[in-house]
């Protein structure tokens, strides 16, 4: 069986790619394809992510083994073989190929052919450039950026956005009636 992926980036808006491979292939074989089609190093840390329909990670492959917890599953890209985790068309992946930073293409099985097999995976389509593989800036200016999307999020949630009879508004609660002993008493 052969398996179609579509990759996209939120970073470039004409990047797009889809690589063709086996089934059987491991997903360290669909990572080295993914970097040849974009001209990325292969030697840089990288993950998988298996998602849910909403993006949700539910199972990370990784490129080397991080140490995770012994009590969680772990899956390593050179034994991973794709068929055993990719289970139907539509199947939703993300691609971390920055990890400093998250920065990640959106992935999906957009297609398998039954019944073919495929020796060598296969970049089938291949529009625009790919984000540069990893941001060449100083911490600073990352924890700047962070901050930035981080202010520019809370400023988009306002205090309108509430309704004035929310259950915990503060009119509704007069503090002095508050019994702080009933607070002592409390076990947490």
Do not use: H
């Not at 400023?155 to 929310?166: G, P, T, Y």
């Amino acid at each position: 069986m052969v398996y179609k992926f579509r990759l996209l980036s939120d970073e470039v808006n004409n990047f797009k790619r889809e690589i063709t491979i086996d089934a059987s292939a491991t997903f360290q074989d669909l990572k080295n394809a993914i970097c040849d089609s974009t001209g990325y190093d292969k030697n840089q840390l990288c993950s998988f992510f298996i998602c849910d329909d909403n993006w949700e990670k539910e199972k990370e492959i990784t490129l080397e083994d991080m140490g995770a917890d012994s009590s969680e599953d772990f899956w390593l890209m050179e034994d991973t073989v794709l068929e055993d985790m990719i289970e139907d068309e539509g199947q939703k992946l993300l691609f971390v190929f920055d990890y400093l930073t998250e920065r990640a293409f959106f992935m999906e099985m957009a297609e398998y052919v039954p019944g073919r097999n495929l020796k060598d995976p296969v970049c089938s389509l291949s529009l625009g450039q790919a984000p540069v593989q990893i941001l060449d800036m100083d911490l600073d200016e990352l924890d700047a950026k962070t901050d930035a999307k981080a202010a520019a999020n809370a400023a988009a949630l306002s205090v309108d956005d509430f309704d004035d009879d929310e259950a915990f508004a503060d009119d509704q609660y007069d503090l002095e009636d508050l019994d702080s002993a009933g607070f002592d008493e409390m076990k947490f």
